[in-house]
C-alpha cells in the first residue's frame, strides 16, 4: 500500500516538473517580454537593410555635405598654394617689407653693380675679377637683400602673431564679431602684424569676403603659421563651427613650434659655433702668416699659379662652408 502512494507522488511529482518546463519553454518568454525584444530587433535589423541610401537621417546628409566642403576648401587652397610656389619679383618685393617698385629694383641692381665693378677698378684687380664682382653685386646682392630683409621681417611677424591670434580667440569668445577682432589686432599690436591686419581690413571694405582677404595674407607673408590661420577662417566661413575652438587649438601650435624653434637654436648653437671657427681658421691664418712673413704668402696674389690657388681654396671653402651650413640648419 505505501509502496503504491510513493508511485502516485513520484507520478504526479513527473507531472508537475512537465508543466513547469513546458510552461517555462511557452508561456515565460510572453511573460517576460523576450519575445517582443527579439522581435523589434528583428523589424529594426529588417528595416536598416531595407532602407535605400535616400532616406537616410538628415543628420548625416548634413554631416556628409560638410565633410565635402571642407575636401573642397582644402583642395581649393592646395592648388592655390602651387601656384604661388614662385611668386613674381613685385610680389617678394612686398614680402621683404619694401615699398620699391620693379623699376627701382632695378635700379638699384644696376648701381650696386657699377660700385662694385668701381671699386675692383680702384683696387687695380684684372678685368674677368671685376666682371664677377659687377654681377656679383647688381645680381646677387639685391638678391641676398630681399632674402635677408624678408627673413628679418618674418621672425618680427612670428613673434606676435600668436598674441594675434589670442586677441581673436578672446574677442570671439566675448562675442565680438569675427570683423571687430581683426580690427582690433590692426589696431592695437606691434609691427609686422598691424600692417598685415590693417591691409585685411582695408581689403575687406572693398567688398572682399574675410576668408578672401586673409587668404591674401599668406600671399605677403609665406609662412605656414599664416597659412593655418587662413585655413581656419576659411573652412569656417563656408562650413561653420566654433571659430574660437579652432584658433585656441592654432595658438597653442604655434606657441608649441616657436618653443620647438628655440629648443633647436639652443641644441645647434654648439655647431654652428664648430662650423664657424673651422671656416673662420683657414682666413685667420693667412692673415697671420701675413704679418709674420709677408714676402712668403705674397706668392699668392702676386704669381698666376698662386690666382689659381687662391680660386681653388676660395671654391673649396664656399663648398665646406655650404655643407657645413645645411648640416646645422635644422628644419621642422
Not at 602673431?161 to 586677441?167: G, M, N, Q, Y
Request: proline share 5%; with cysteine.
Amino acid at each position: 500500500m505505501l509502496g503504491a502512494d510513493i508511485q502516485v507522488l513520484a507520478v504526479i511529482a513527473m507531472a508537475m516538473i512537465c508543466a513547469g518546463g513546458l510552461a517555462w519553454v511557452f508561456i515565460y518568454p510572453r511573460l517576460s517580454g523576450e519575445a517582443a525584444v527579439e522581435k523589434r530587433i528583428r523589424t529594426v535589423r529588417a528595416s536598416r537593410i531595407a532602407t535605400p541610401a535616400s532616406q537616410k537621417s538628415a543628420f548625416e546628409v548634413e554631416v556628409s555635405k560638410r565633410r565635402k566642403q571642407i575636401q573642397e576648401t582644402l583642395k581649393d587652397l592646395e592648388a592655390k598654394q602651387k601656384q604661388r610656389a614662385r611668386p613674381p619679383l613685385r610680389v617678394r618685393i612686398g614680402q621683404a617689407g619694401l615699398g620699391w617698385s620693379v623699376r627701382t629694383y632695378y635700379v638699384v641692381s644696376v648701381a650696386t653693380g657699377i660700385a662694385a665693378g668701381l671699386a675692383g677698378l680702384l683696387a687695380r684687380l684684372p678685368p674677368l675679377v671685376i666682371l664677377g664682382l659687377m654681377i656679383a653685386g647688381g645680381v646677387g646682392l639685391p638678391h641676398w637683400m630681399l632674402g635677408f630683409l624678408k627673413k628679418r621681417r618674418q621672425n618680427k611677424f612670428l613673434n606676435e602673431f600668436p598674441t594675434a591670434v589670442d586677441i581673436v580667440v578672446r574677442g570671439v569668445k566675448a562675442g565680438l564679431p569675427l570683423n571687430d577682432c581683426l580690427r582690433i589686432v590692426a589696431a592695437e599690436s606691434q609691427e609686422p602684424v598691424r600692417s598685415e591686419f590693417r591691409q585685411v581690413i582695408e581689403t575687406q571694405a572693398l567688398g572682399l569676403p574675410v576668408a578672401d582677404c586673409v587668404e591674401r595674407m599668406y600671399d605677403r607673408m609665406p609662412l605656414p603659421e599664416v597659412n593655418f590661420f587662413a585655413i581656419v577662417i576659411a573652412i569656417q566661413q563656408k562650413t561653420g563651427g566654433n571659430l574660437a575652438e579652432a584658433l585656441s587649438n592654432l595658438s597653442k601650435v604655434l606657441r608649441d613650434r616657436k618653443r620647438m624653434k628655440g629648443k633647436i637654436q639652443a641644441m645647434s648653437q654648439e655647431a654652428k659655433a664648430s662650423a664657424a671657427i673651422i671656416g673662420a681658421l683657414p682666413i685667420i691664418v693667412m692673415i697671420l702668416v701675413f704679418l709674420t712673413s709677408p714676402q712668403y704668402i705674397s706668392l699668392l696674389w702676386t704669381e698666376p699659379v698662386g690666382h689659381i690657388m687662391l680660386a681653388g681654396s676660395a671654391f673649396w671653402m664656399l663648398c665646406g662652408i655650404l655643407v657645413m651650413r645645411k648640416m646645422i640648419n635644422f628644419d621642422f
